[in-house]
């Protein structure tokens, strides 16, 4: 039975389809639950790829209504949380504000105004070396599981998500970040997306998922989906490489508490 926590709404002015259609999408793929965790507003206006700051209310009854709609279907209520020193207070304030069944932390930003998985923001990676950047990428994904804010972490390596990568073994970059999700005792998202990208991957590469997997981090499955047709995204690919890494169950989130799912 398999999960997709990581679905977003059009709220985020770069997703597309109902609510609806997203969980038609779940339902026809045979999962056994779905969720959604659209990207969290900011106290003010931040970029443009978020719900605005009154969004919020909107979210909530977009998600409560596809539960009424969907009968016996278990539709989860989750957000995707952007880590960024200086708004853990207001990520405080965010898991207030509903019942939420998760919170999914996310480093999109390695410095105030760049989010590496921008495309308009293709020209700052010639400013600085690929290794810098996942330097500063890896640093804040350590400091974001030590946040203690979080129930699970989004799309570890995102930051190869154009295929920079630097060259060589990848776990001296990954090694703190994996110390300090195990140490916080976090989940991390297996992420589908990265094969939907330049990357050609999923989020994370199999050496990161090694490393976690050896340090009894737990995962999840997710699409990441911004269009229905999206949702559970190549899972069989997804399922494969945690069963060959070695995992035998998944955890599935009711009221920010896990529950491990056994997979065959
Ligand atoms: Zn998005
Ligand atoms: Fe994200
Ligand atoms: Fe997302
Ligand atoms: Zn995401």
């Given at each position: 039975m398999l999960f997709d926590y990581h679905i977003h709404t059009p709220?985020?002015?770069?997703?597309?389809?109902?609510?609806?259609?997203?969980?038609?999408?779940?339902?026809?793929?045979?999962?056994?639950?779905?969720?959604?965790?659209?990207?969290?507003?900011?106290?003010t206006a931040f970029d443009d790829w978020r719900m605005g700051p009154?969004?919020?209310?909107?979210?909530?009854?977009?998600?409560?209504?596809?539960?009424?709609?969907?009968?016996?279907?278990?539709?989860?209520?989750?957000?995707?949380?952007?880590?960024?020193?200086?708004?853990?207070?207001?990520?405080?304030?965010?898991?207030?504000?509903?019942?939420?069944?998760?919170?999914?932390?996310a480093v999109h930003y390695v410095e105030p105004h760049w989010d590496i998985d921008n495309p308009a923001k293709l020209a700052k990676w010639e400013e600085r070396p690929i290794e810098e950047v996942w330097r500063l990428y890896f640093a804040a994904y350590a400091r974001m599981a030590a946040s203690g804010l979080f129930d699970f972490l989004a799309h570890p390596d995102l930051v190869k998500k154009f295929g920079k990568k630097p060259p060589g073994d990848l776990a001296d970059y990954y090694r703190d970040a994996?110390?300090?999700?195990?140490?916080?005792?976090?989940?991390?998202?297996?992420?589908?997306?990265?094969?939907?990208?330049?990357?050609?991957?999923?989020?994370?590469?199999?050496?990161?998922?090694?490393?976690?997997?050896?340090?009894?981090?737990?995962?999840?499955?997710?699409?990441?989906?911004?269009?229905?047709?999206?949702?559970?995204?190549?899972?069989?690919?997804?399922?494969?490489?945690?069963r060959e890494v070695g995992y035998r169950r998944l955890l599935g989130f009711e009221r920010r508490k896990p529950i491990p799912v056994a997979i065959g």
């Open positions: 709220l985020c002015r770069h997703a597309v389809g109902t609510p609806a259609e997203y969980v038609r999408q779940a339902r026809e793929a045979g999962l056994g639950e779905m969720g959604f965790s659209d990207h969290n507003p900011m106290p009154e969004d919020l209310p909107r979210y909530l009854a977009l998600v409560e209504e596809a539960k009424s709609s969907a009968g016996e279907f278990p539709i989860r209520l989750g957000l995707e949380c952007d880590y960024l020193p200086g708004y853990e207070d207001h990520v405080r304030f965010l898991a207030k504000q509903a019942d939420w069944d998760y919170l999914i932390g994996v110390d300090a999700i195990a140490d916080a005792g976090l989940a991390i998202e297996v992420s589908t997306a990265g094969l939907r990208k330049e990357a050609r991957e999923i989020y994370p590469a199999k050496r990161f998922l090694e490393m976690a997997h050896r340090r009894h981090i737990p995962v999840l499955l997710s699409s990441d989906a911004h269009r229905p047709e999206e949702v559970a995204y190549r899972f069989d690919l997804a399922f494969d490489l945690v």
